[in-house]
Nanobody, 115 residues
Framework: QVQLEESGGGLVQTGGSLGLSCAASVSIFSITVMGWYRQAPGKQRELVATMTRDGTTNYGDSGEGRFSFSRDNAKNTVYLQMNSLKPEDPAVYYC?????????WGQGTQVTVSS
């Protein structure tokens, strides 16, 4: 069982930046893949970015070029730095990990972008 605690969502203006964090209850070295996803109202959940145990990062279309996925091994925490936020970025952002053949999700954190 893995507990994920997300934080950092909120309101930001278009073009602004926002950082999200996700703290895991297990060592992130034991996690196969970590990721950030988002879901806007009426839309399917989509990939923002993933990072494998060895640090290989992959960005979805929504995150490529503007978002940055990083981690702090000592804190078992991963981060998503979002820059140049656009009107299409508002969504609930979810942290996800794949641990021992099971996927776990955080509770989600709301990101709102004002024009």
């Amino acid at each position: 069982q893995v507990q994920l605690e997300e934080s950092g969502g909120g309101l930001v203006q278009t073009g602004g930046s926002l950082g999200l964090s996700c703290a895991a209850s297990v060592s992130i070295f034991s996690i196969t893949v970590m990721g950030w996803y988002r879901q806007a109202p009426g839309k399917q959940r989509e990939l923002v970015a993933t990072m494998t145990r060895d640090g290989t990062t992959n960005y979805g279309d929504s995150g490529e070029g503007r978002f940055s996925f990083s981690r702090d091994n000592a804190k078992n925490t991963v981060y998503l730095q979002m820059n140049s936020l656009k009107p299409e970025d508002p969504a609930v952002y979810y942290c996800n990990v794949y641990y021992r053949w099971t996927a776990y999700w955080g509770q989600g954190t709301q990101v709102t972008v004002s024009s």
